[in-house]
């Protein structure tokens, strides 16, 4: 399966990051340094530039220390063309062009990259809130009419909350009605897309050699069949908490491993191999959708102290048609080595001959040095 490919990367007052482009060519390009070096700010941005999103809530954090406004860029190559994705912040404020054109995260291609890093363990431990993220960013990847109706269902919630708390009760017809519709319609998805997510998480999960089973499901407040009735049932409740308490903003995606739920019960290591298996299916499940392996981005395989895991980390990498690996130490069997250092990143070493896309399948990447002006 071909895939999507970051072909270069610009950075202006980003975090850390020096000014400059980075080429990158097909396959693995590994990238070590020390820490703090600005490893994972450059796949932040790089994640930034493929897909519009961060998941940082105060987007100043982005821009470099004393600047007002940042900017990183994409060059990259998805469905055999190729296109430039730029991404402009400010105070509060994001600006994103496809070819020189404005569009809204929305309108940006949703498979084209996949970031695994050592936080991904939160998935596991975290709150339900988390767990409900993962699987509604997902899932509104899948289809941009589940992330439409995810917003207008969260905006339901919070107005539906106003009025509780205001008094407004002769309005709340208004807010059940649509709040029943949009629920229902989430829970549906979310019911289907856990099938093939439970069964791809799965099978990451024996691969990583973990020896108990991991199913994935579904703990809901209510049901697509009996949430009219469950909100009447608990009218009087919300009135006097003054929230919704019924609905899919309340469920949590259960992960049962070896029959217990893994946020209580799995150890560290356990659970950092469930959150590996649920990345691996998010890889699995966009490249299925899109019909290309995302671009996949790895922070810290260094991070990974079990060898079983990393080695897995480093074989994922070299399986798909294009990742980006940091560490502390030198990522092997890249093929192309980055010294990361003060945010400026200079070629160790370079493959030879760098591996060229499929000419009948996709148009050849600019491979090469990496240009990093000052
Ligand atoms: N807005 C910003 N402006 C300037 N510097 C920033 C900004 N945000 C973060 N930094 C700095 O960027 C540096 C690099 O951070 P980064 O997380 O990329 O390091 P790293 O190479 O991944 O290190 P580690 O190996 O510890 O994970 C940090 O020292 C941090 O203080
Ligand atoms: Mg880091």
Same mark, same amino acid.
């Not at 003054?242 to 290591?269: E, I, M, Q, W």
């Given at each position: 399966?071909?895939?999507?490919?970051?072909?270069?990367?610009?950075?202006?007052?980003?975090?850390?990051?020096?000014?400059?482009?980075?080429?990158?060519?097909?396959?693995?390009?590994?990238?070590?340094?020390?820490?703090?070096?600005?490893?994972?700010? $450059?796949?932040?941005?790089?994640?930034?530039?493929?897909?519009?999103?961060?998941?940082?809530?105060?987007? #100043?954090?982005?821009?470099?220390?004393?600047? &007002?406004?940042?900017?990183?860029?994409?060059?990259?190559?998805?469905?055999?063309?190729?296109?430039?994705?730029?991404?402009?912040?400010?105070?509060?404020?994001?600006?994103?062009?496809?070819?020189?054109? &404005?569009?809204?995260?929305? !309108?940006?291609?949703?498979?084209?990259?996949?970031?695994?890093?050592?936080?991904?363990?939160?998935?596991?431990?975290?709150?339900?809130?988390?767990?409900?993220?993962?699987?509604?960013?997902?899932?509104?990847?899948?289809?941009?009419?589940?992330?439409?109706?995810?917003?207008?269902? #969260?905006?339901?919630?919070?107005?539906?909350?106003?009025? $509780?708390?205001?008094?407004?009760?002769?309005?709340?017809?208004?807010?059940?009605?649509?709040?029943?519709?949009?629920?229902?319609?989430?829970?549906?998805?979310?019911?289907?897309?856990?099938?093939?997510?439970?069964?791809?998480?799965?099978?990451?999960?024996?691969?990583?050699?973990?020896?108990?089973? $991991?199913?994935?499901?579904?703990?809901?407040?209510?049901?697509?069949?009996?949430?009219?009735?469950?909100?009447?049932?608990?009218?009087?409740?919300?009135?006097?908490?003054?929230?919704?308490?019924?609905?899919?903003?309340?469920?949590?995606?259960?992960?049962?491993?070896?029959?217990?739920?893994?946020?209580?019960?799995?150890?560290?290591?356990?659970?950092?191999? +469930?959150?590996?298996?649920?990345?691996?299916?998010?890889?699995?499940?966009?490249?299925?959708?899109?019909?290309? &392996?995302?671009?996949?981005?790895?922070?810290?395989?260094?991070?990974?102290?079990?060898?079983?895991?990393?080695?897995?980390? $480093?074989?994922?990498?070299?399986?798909?048609?294009?990742?980006?690996?940091?560490?502390?130490?030198?990522?092997?069997?890249?093929?192309?080595?980055?010294?990361?250092?003060?945010?400026?990143?200079?070629?160790?070493?370079?493959?030879?001959?760098? +591996?060229?896309? !499929?000419?009948?399948? +996709?148009?050849?990447?600019?491979?090469?040095? +990496?240009?990093?002006?000052?």
């Amino acid at each position: 399966m071909r895939g999507v490919l970051l072909c270069a990367l610009s950075t202006l007052n980003y975090r850390n990051l020096a000014p400059g482009t980075l080429e990158f060519p097909q396959g693995v390009t590994g990238i070590f340094g020390e820490n703090g070096a600005g490893k994972t700010n $450059l796949l932040e941005a790089a994640y930034l530039a493929l897909t519009g999103q961060t998941d940082v809530t105060r987007l #100043e954090q982005l821009v470099q220390q004393g600047e &007002k406004e940042a900017y990183v860029r994409a060059d990259l190559q998805q469905g055999g063309s190729l296109s430039i994705q730029e991404v402009g912040l400010g105070r509060g404020r994001r600006q994103l062009k496809v070819d020189g054109v &404005k569009v809204r995260t929305g !309108d940006l291609p949703r498979g084209s990259a996949v970031w695994i890093r050592p936080e991904d363990s939160e998935l596991v431990f975290g709150s339900p809130s988390g767990r409900r993220g993962y699987l509604d960013s997902l899932l509104s990847r899948l289809s941009s009419r589940y992330g439409q109706q995810v917003s207008r269902y #969260e905006r339901t919630v919070s107005q539906r909350n106003a009025a $509780l708390r205001s008094g407004e009760h002769w309005a709340m017809q208004v807010w059940d009605e649509s709040l029943v519709t949009l629920g229902t319609e989430i829970m549906l998805f979310r019911r289907r897309a856990l099938t093939r997510l439970d069964e791809l998480a799965c099978e990451a999960n024996a691969a990583l050699g973990s020896h108990k089973a $991991l199913v994935l499901t579904l703990s809901e407040s209510t049901t697509p069949e009996t949430y009219a009735a469950d909100l009447a049932a608990r009218h009087a409740e919300e009135i006097a908490r003054g929230s919704t308490v019924t609905g899919p903003h309340r469920d949590d995606l259960v992960l049962t491993l070896g029959g217990f739920p893994a946020s209580d019960y799995a150890s560290r290591g356990e659970g950092r191999t +469930v959150a590996l298996a649920l990345r691996r299916a998010e890889l699995e499940l966009l490249a299925e959708k899109f019909g290309e &392996k995302p671009v996949l981005l790895i922070d810290d395989f260094t991070a990974e102290l079990d060898p079983n895991r990393r080695q897995y980390l $480093l074989d994922l990498a070299a399986s798909v048609p294009q990742a980006i690996v940091t560490g502390t130490e030198h990522p092997p069997g890249a093929a192309l080595t980055l010294r990361a250092r003060s945010g400026r990143f200079t070629v160790e070493t370079a493959c030879a001959d760098p +591996v060229h896309a !499929d000419p009948e399948e +996709v148009d050849p990447v600019r491979a090469g040095p +990496v240009e990093v002006s000052a």
